[in-house]
């Protein structure tokens, strides 16, 4: 017994709480009005009701009225001819006549005091009609225009549910657009380094060693040409050392040039070209020793 009272008791808040959400007090007021207008039409109608049991009640009284006045005069001409009977007949008819004719005046009265009674109510029901219908149109234009009020300020705010679901709908359209820009900058880069070069059939694997042979080539010749400059400017560096140091010096400085040739070749690895000659490195014949193969006199 006591499941079936929550059970209900949820029921009823759960039902009402959806005819307060579905529920708007213009409606509602609209409604109302329209229910006053009924009352006052039906208050109307019962007013023209009375009136018209009145008014019927009122011409029943005057057809007794004349009845009566006509057995009055009977009575009175039958007494003139000696017919007492008749007379006594009339009398009693005119006697009933007046009797129904005092009920009818009752009832005349009571139906009138009624209409009265209605028509007064019909009056402050109208003027209360009235009021209601201005009330009415003044509390809608309040709650339509704080309606709108409270409208824009969501707006403003951002708060409201259409604005909720538009400031969502460009977050994932900025989501979109970073998650393409991202993937745009990543395949630039693969597309850079050449791994999508070959996506569309198999790879290459000969023109790749042959690309990466060429490249090694173009930097062994950029590096012969920077030997060769560096060796051109060496007979000037020898020149200058000569004139003081003699024939000493200068074998000093071709072992120390070949010291330097063997330090490149060295480093140079399999592309490193041939150590250079005494005439390349601009040293004087006349100044080499002389290597002599027969025995001085006198030695």
């Known amino acids: ?60 009284m005057n057809q007794l009225q004349q009845s009566s006045d006509k057995l009055d005069v009977q009575a009175r001409k039958a007494l003139g001819m000696g017919r007492e009977d008749l007379a006594r007949e009339a009398l009693t008819r005119k006697s009933s006549a007046a009797s129904q004719l005092n009920d009818l005046q009752a009832q005349y009265a009571q139906l009138q005091a009624e209409e009265e009674k209605l028509t007064v109510a019909s009056q402050r029901l109208q003027a209360k009609v009235d009021a209601f219908r201005t009330r009415k149109e003044t509390i809608k234009a309040t709650y339509t225009a704080a309606e709108a009020q409270t409208r824009i300020n969501e707006a403003f705010s951002g708060i409201s549910e259409e604005m909720g679901d538009v400031g969502m709908a460009i977050q994932r359209a900025e989501d979109k657009t970073a998650q393409m820009q991202a993937r745009a900058g990543a395949i ?92 390349s490195a601009g040293i004087p014949v006349s100044d080499l020793p002389v290597a002599n193969d027969q025995p001085q006199d006198g030695g």
């Open 1 to 60: 017994m006591g499941v079936m009272k929550r059970v209900q008791l949820v029921f009823k808040a759960k039902a009402n709480k959806a005819l307060d959400k579905m529920e708007d007090p213009r409606e509602t007021l609209d409604y109302s009005y329209q229910r006053q207008l009924e009352l006052l039409t039906k208050v109307r109608r019962g007013v023209a009701d009375v009136a018209t049991s009145r008014k019927r009640v009122e011409l029943q």
């Open 188 to 279: 630039d880069e693969l597309m850079a380094s050449g791994a999508l070069d070959d996506l569309g059939g198999k790879r290459d694997d000969i023109q790749s060693e042959l690309d990466a042979i060429s490249a090694g080539s173009d930097v062994e010749s950029e590096l012969r040409r920077l030997r060769g400059e560096i060796e051109a400017s060496a007979p000037k560096q020898l020149e200058g050392g000569a004139n003081g140091d003699g024939q000493h010096g200068d074998s000093q400085h071709g072992d120390s040039q070949q010291s330097q040739a063997q330090s490149a070749q060295a480093q140079s690895g399999p592309y490193a070209p041939p150590a250079p000659s005494v005439q």
